[in-house]
């Protein structure tokens, strides 16, 4: 079983750093099953920037999964966060993650983290951004730092959105950050791209990463659901339509934007390709880093496959993590009294807006 | 707890296992509009788990997690206080009654608080002042309720007609058995048709020759100590016992005659001999015999008197004045201080013998009834099993008239005419588990058959439920006294040691 020694940092942001005077605050829980959405955060988004240099992209040929009989020890992690409500002047969310181990004997091992409420408020939203990113190797990433000691964040990072991705990121990255540093001859699955220059995460912590992941002989593969990227205007989910329906990938051979020489692994941890984990399944973009003694990116890919079950070509250990970080809508009830409890605001109902439109809900959730 | 929903005459409300308060089946509730001061009396029925819209999805992940193994799972930063749903629970109750703004409970009309409401417990004393039971008449001490307080009844809501149900072993007798100890206790005479030696261990009656100096149980044991004289067993059974073996109508007619004349003769004779102080003349089947030996054609004695010896076989009949137990003064006796006739039918082994002796039995019951100083209280022992169903029909049908209470203990409740049934005052009710019979008993008419059915299937072994007359039709759900020195086990024979 893996050993956690980050789960402090990840422990004292929720110890420490609390607001405070909420007391007596309304606090309008997100009540409604039609607002509840049990994991509404995306993993690192891809940049603009990123997309275009997709778009001039070439594809190499399509390359069925190879045999392989190394036996790899896997692990997956993913992080969930969940919005419980808003005050006056704040909001509450909840944090959920998961690392899930395979080991070279098939054996899992799950290690679940939270859920845990933390209610941003004025006056601790700048320390908590202060505090994920100098665990990240970065103070001032999201904050601009003063003088006298003090710090204001950053313009255009004060929305509940960006401290939703930024805390839930925080987390997934302190543990991403434990995996490597014991995950040895094996594979970090994570969920998202392995994108470089993100909003949340400094691009010199994910180099040390990389680095670390090199030292101890593993490969990071990220599997991204939801990718934007389009190679020659055809969306990634239809870049295999073509091919044999069977499992397989191609590569995509990105080219600098502007068409230079620049070297697009600047943009990204590993090499993306478009992969299909199942005859006939989805297509996903996955990030694969060559940092191991692997031949080459697509042996990684090989490998993943040969160490891994698909369900419904997805990897199955990135499925269980995602299981167990997500929200159930009992643990989102508990959890919102429990923030109404832990930081004494008075819980009042949320205003049904639905009623103006009623029976016609359409742009409400409903 | 909180109110989740009313539907019908049902309300469901939730409540948290893990707090110290938690409704029982039985507890009643008021349910009171906030700022009003109506409420709704309702009472539990049925606890329940609490159906949440992700229970799937944690019980999914919960087997996953066990299916791991062992030591394969480990969780960080878990939330110390946060609130469990799974500690959620869902009770069904049944509305009752109504309170009014005066606080008198009354028959419910449909209305209903809005979902803003705080619900409180209603505690026994309240429940018993509104259900008549705070300070009854006569009380019969049955037991005490789930929060400890002493149960009694009123004597007088108890008469009639009653049933009490139960799966066998669950306690059935025992309830029965408290019964005849608490009517005893007020002097009353009661009669136990006793089928397996239930009751024989009850407290014996004491007296000083015919003068009892305490109350208690007096055994009669057919066709041992107990047979019945001639004239004690009536002239009506006689001649319904002689009609049971087929005989033709010249047959019958001839007999009826001159059973009918030799009656008409005896209780003039009795009349006279009561003036002169002299004892009661004896009767046995020889002298009914002798009354068919002359001016009668021989096919017709001869018809009638293989039929006496049919009679006679039965053993039933008392030969010698010394043999015959007369049921009049041993009921007699039992008026005096109280006390209960236990007539064992074990020693009977056919039906017919059965049915033969508790008709008699039954007709001499009827006849004390209406020369006796104090109504009898008959408790029957699976009735089905010694009692045609048109004998207690007629019993039951008559009750009032005939002031005769009738108790009707048994775990075959189907076995009992629904006719019956809708003449029940009062059903106490134990476990009872089979859907066959927790239906037939809803037919009773004392309370709908979703609440049998939820408290026959949910009560404590030696708990009952009272609905009736006595409990002014509020179902309540009691503990059965275990009355101190008296052996209340029945008589049970087993092949191995203890």
Redesign the interface.
């Known amino acids: ?1 893996l050993d ?1 020694q980050n ?1 402090s940092q ?2 004292q942001l ?1 110890d420490d750093m609390e607001p405070v005077n909420l007391a007596g605050e309304a606090f309008v829980p997100s009540l409604h ?1 039609e607002e509840i959405r049990l994991d509404d955060s995306e993993p690192e988004a891809e940049n603009e920037e990123e997309l275009s240099s997709f778009e001039d992209a070439n594809l190499g040929p399509f390359q069925t999964f190879g045999p392989t009989e190394a036996a790899l020890p896997l692990v997956a992690i993913d992080a969930g966060v969940l919005d419980l409500g808003m005050s006056r002047t704040g909001f509450a969310l909840a944090f959920k993650a998961a690392v899930v181990e395979q080991d070279v004997t098939g ?11 933390k209610f941003i408020a004025p006056d601790n939203r700048a320390e908590l951004l202060r505090y994920v990113g100098r665990s990240m190797s970065n103070e001032s990433m999201f904050v601009t730092m003063h003088e006298d000691g003090s710090c204001t964040i950053k313009k255009g990072a004060t929305e509940p959105n960006q401290f939703k991705d930024r805390i839930r990121n925080f987390i997934e990255r302190m543990l991403q950050v434990d995996v490597v540093q014991q995950l040895t001859n094996g594979i970090l699955l994570v969920d998202g791209a392995l994108t470089l220059r993100t909003f949340n995460t400094p691009q010199i912590f994910l180099e040390q990463l990389s680095r670390e992941a090199a030292a101890h002989n593993s490969e990071i593969v990220g599997i991204s659901k939801k990718s934007r990227i389009t190679v020659d205007g055809v969306h990634i989910g239809a870049l295999l339509d073509y091919d044999a329906p069977d499992a397989g990938y191609r590569k995509i051979n990105q080219v600098d934007a502007e068409g230079s020489e620049a070297d697009p692994e600047s943009r990204n941890l590993g090499a993306p390709f478009a992969v299909r984990f199942a005859p006939g399944g989805f297509t996903f973009r996955a990030d694969v880093t060559r940092e191991s003694l692997f031949l080459n990116e697509e042996a990684v890919l090989d490998a993943l496959y040969a160490n891994t079950q698909m369900t419904l070509g997805y990897p199955n250990l990135l499925r ?1 993590a995602h ?2 970080s997500a929200f ?4 989102i ?3 919102q ?2 923030a109404a ?2 930081y004494q605001v008075s819980m009042h109902a949320p205003e049904d807006l639905s009623v103006i439109f009623a029976p016609f809900r359409k742009g409400l959730g409903g | 707890m909180r109110l989740h929903h009313v539907s019908g005459d049902e309300i469901v409300f939730l409540y948290d296992h893990s707090q110290a308060s938690q409704p029982r089946v039985g507890d009643s509730y008021y349910v009171r509009e906030i700022g009003g001061d109506e409420s709704l009396v309702a009472q539990i029925v049925a606890l329940e788990t609490f159906d ?4 799937s ?2 019980l999914m ?1 919960q087997l ?2 066990a299916s ?2 062992e ?9 110390t ?6 500690n959620l629970g869902q009770a069904r109750a049944k509305i009752r009654r109504r309170r009014g703004s005066d606080g008198q409970w009354g028959i419910w009309n449909g209305w209903l608080p809005s979902r803003n409401v705080e619900i409180s417990r209603v505690d026994d004393e309240e429940l018993f002042q509104h259900c008549g039971l705070l300070n009854p008449n006569h009380p019969l001490a049955l037991g005490q309720t789930l929060d400890g307080r002493a149960f009694s009844i009123a004597g007088r809501s108890i008469e009639k007609i009653n049933i009490i149900t139960a799966l066998k072993g669950m306690g059935k007798s025992h309830l029965a058995k408290v019964l005849v100890l608490e009517l005893i206790d007020k002097k009353m005479p009661c009669v136990v048709f006793d089928l397996n030696r239930e009751y024989i261990h009850l407290p014996e009656l004491k007296r000083e020759h015919n003068q009892v100096t305490k109350g208690g149980a007096i055994i009669l044991s057919a066709t041992k100590n107990f047979r019945v004289t001639v004239e004690g067993f009536g002239r009506r059974a006689l001649i319904s016992l002689f009609r049971s073996y087929s005989p033709a109508e010249p047959t019958l007619n001839e007999f009826e005659l001159r059973i009918n004349q030799m009656f008409d003769q005896l209780e003039h004779q009795n009349f006279a001999r009561r003036g002169q102080g002299k004892t009661q003349q004896f009767i046995n089947l020889d002298y009914v015999r002798g009354r068919f030996s002359n001016n009668i054609s021989s096919y017709v004695r001869d018809a009638v008197i293989s039929r006496l010896n049919y009679i006679e076989g039965l053993n039933l009949f008392a030969k010698s004045p010394e043999e015959g137990i007369s049921f009049d003064e041993q009921y007699a006796l039992c008026e005096q201080l109280g006390g209960v006739l236990v007539v064992d039918l074990a020693p009977l082994n056919s039906k017919f013998a059965r049915e033969t002796f508790v008709e008699a039995t039954l007709d001499m019951v009827e006849r004390v009834a209406a020369t006796g100083t104090k109504l009898p209280f008959v408790f029957f022992e699976e009735a089905h099993r010694y009692a045609k169903g048109d004998r207690i029909e007629n019993l039951v049908t008559r009750a009032r008239h005939l002031g005769v209470t009738s108790t009707f203990v048994t775990n075959m409740v189907t076995q009992l005419d629904e006719t019956v049934l809708r003449q029940v005052d009062n059903l106490f009710l134990l476990y009872l588990p089979h859907k066959d019979d927790v239906r037939h008993v809803a037919k009773s008419a004392t309370t709908d058959e979703e609440t049998v059915t939820s408290f026959a299937q949910r009560i404590e072994k030696h708990h009952a439920m009272a609905i009736g007359q006595a409990t002014g039709n509020y179902p309540i759900v009691f503990k059965v006294a275990t009355p101190d020195g008296v052996d209340m086990a029945g008589e049970t024979k087993y092949a191995f040691p203890e």
């Open positions: 079983m956690f789960m990840i422990e929720f099953a054996t899992h091992t799950v290690t679940k983290i939270g859920p845990q409420v269980l299981i167990h159930t809508k009992d643990e009830i508990s959890l009294v429990q409890h832990n | 949440y819209p992700s229970l999805e944690v992940r996953m997690e791991y193994g030591g394969r799972v480990q969780t960080f930063t878990e939330p206080n946060a609130p469990q749903v799974d």
